[in-house]
Structure formats: structure tokens, C-alpha cells
């Protein structure tokens, strides 16, 4: 079974400090995403990876940066925590085949808190 | 930007009966999956079922079934026999942007009735 774990499950962060949330997958997925999920807004998509140090937005990019230094790992990264993104933050990851999109596998989401 | 629409962001079925969830998406892909996934309270998000758009057949896994019309775009779940853990959101996603990308639908809060 594919196995997406996220380094915390609950966050309290005051305004201004960075954030750092780690995801890692291990079952040598290509691809791996950062969502941020509001309540009647469904997952918007920050960022995502395709390969080790390449990266691409997502839909919602504005405030938050992404590190891929290996595989397995993708870390989604808050420089400056305001409090309008407090919010639930999933991680997920996928293989690539060919032109389709593959199922995503998600990790137990982190909530975190901005006060 | 491809979007994907949920009417229905709450529905409550009877333990035992069926019950049927919307879904219409957007996307100029011509081969592609849908998929449908369940993310029960404060538990992961898992995948429900998958639909290849090149297959006319829809796909069924146990209780939990699709109605996909390609044309009119809409890919509905329908739950059989419901029993108290299918209470979850569920959410479904169309392919968007590049071919590694969903777009996901604002959920259905799904409540089982005993």
C-alpha cells in the first residue's frame, strides 16, 4: 500500500513566522502535490512537483513556496504565516503514466492555525 | 481554468437504501479518468472509484457505482445498501492543466441515517 505521511497533524503558528510542512511518500511516486482545503471550496492546488527540484504552480500559489530536494520528500513552505491561511493542508503524490492522470494518494492532512 | 461542479453539498440517506451523488466537470482532454474519493471526519482522503473516459462501460467497485455520460460531461457516484461508514465527504476530480493535475468539486457531506 502506498503510504503519503505529513510531519504534523496540528499546527499553531503566530503571524509572521515561517512554516514548514514536510511530506514523504514512499512508493517512489513521480508526482506530488500541496492542496489547501477550505470548507465549501473542495482542494485548491498550491504546488506541485513532477521530479526531484521541478516544480509548477498550482492555482493558489501566492504566499507559499515548495522544496523537492529528494524523491520522496516535498515540503511546502509558508515564509510569512498570515492568518488568512489558516486552513487544512493535504499532501499527495502519484505516479506518471504516459498522458493521464493517476490516482492520487493522500497523506492525513495537517490543520494549521495562523494566529 | 476547468472547473468541477457539485450541487450538492449535503445529502443524508437511509441505512440500506441508495443513494446518488452529482457530479459535472469540465475539460478539453479527450482520454482521461474521473475519480471519486471519501475523506470520512478526521480520517484520510482514500479513492472510491476511477472512470476511464474511452470506456463506455461504468465502472463498479462493490456497492459504489458511476453513472458517466461523456457528452453531457457528468460522472455520478451511486451508493448501494449505504451502511454507517460511507458517512464521509466525498469529492469528485477531472483532469485540469497538465496531464498530472486534478481539479477537485467543493464536496458532498454525506450523512448515513440508521
Known amino acids: 500500500d502506498v503510504k503519503v505521511t505529513q510531519s504534523s497533524r496540528y499546527l499553531v503558528k503566530r503571524t509572521g513566522e515561517k512554516v514548514f510542512l514536510e511530506c514523504v511518500q514512499d512508493m517512489d511516486h513521480e508526482n506530488m502535490f500541496w492542496y489547501r482545503q477550505d470548507p465549501g471550496l473542495g482542494l485548491r492546488l498550491i504546488y506541485f512537483?513532477?521530479?526531484?527540484?521541478?516544480?509548477e504552480k498550482g492555482d493558489i500559489p501566492e504566499g507559499y513556496s515548495v522544496s523537492r530536494e529528494k524523491k520522496e520528500r516535498f515540503s511546502l513552505i509558508l515564509e510569512s504565516a498570515s492568518t488568512n491561511q489558516t486552513s487544512m493542508y493535504l499532501c499527495a503524490s502519484s505516479r506518471s503514466s504516459g498522458g493521464y492522470q493517476e490516482t492520487q494518494y493522500f497523506g492525513p492532512g495537517t490543520r494549521l492555525l495562523v494566529l | 481554468a476547468q472547473t468541477v461542479t457539485q450541487s450538492q453539498p449535503e445529502m443524508s440517506v437511509q441505512e440500506a437504501e441508495t443513494v446518488t451523488l452529482s457530479c459535472t466537470y469540465d475539460?478539453?482532454?479527450?482520454?482521461?479518468?474521473l475519480f471519486w474519493y471519501k475523506q470520512p471526519p478526521s480520517r484520510q482522503m482514500i479513492l472510491v472509484i476511477r472512470?476511464?473516459?474511452?470506456?463506455?462501460q461504468n465502472a463498479t467497485e462493490n456497492r459504489f457505482s458511476v453513472n458517466f455520460q461523456k457528452a453531457a460531461k457528468s460522472f455520478s457516484l451511486k451508493i448501494s445498501d449505504s451502511q454507517l461508514g460511507d458517512a464521509a465527504m466525498y469529492f469528485c476530480?477531472?483532469?485540469?492543466?497538465?496531464?498530472?493535475?486534478?481539479?477537485f468539486g467543493s464536496g458532498t457531506q454525506l450523512t448515513v441515517l440508521p
Open positions: 475539460t478539453s482532454e479527450s482520454d482521461y479518468y
Open positions: 476530480a477531472s483532469p485540469s492543466g497538465s496531464a498530472r493535475q486534478l481539479t
Open positions: 512537483s513532477y521530479d526531484v527540484k521541478m516544480k
Open positions: 472512470q476511464e473516459a474511452y470506456k463506455q
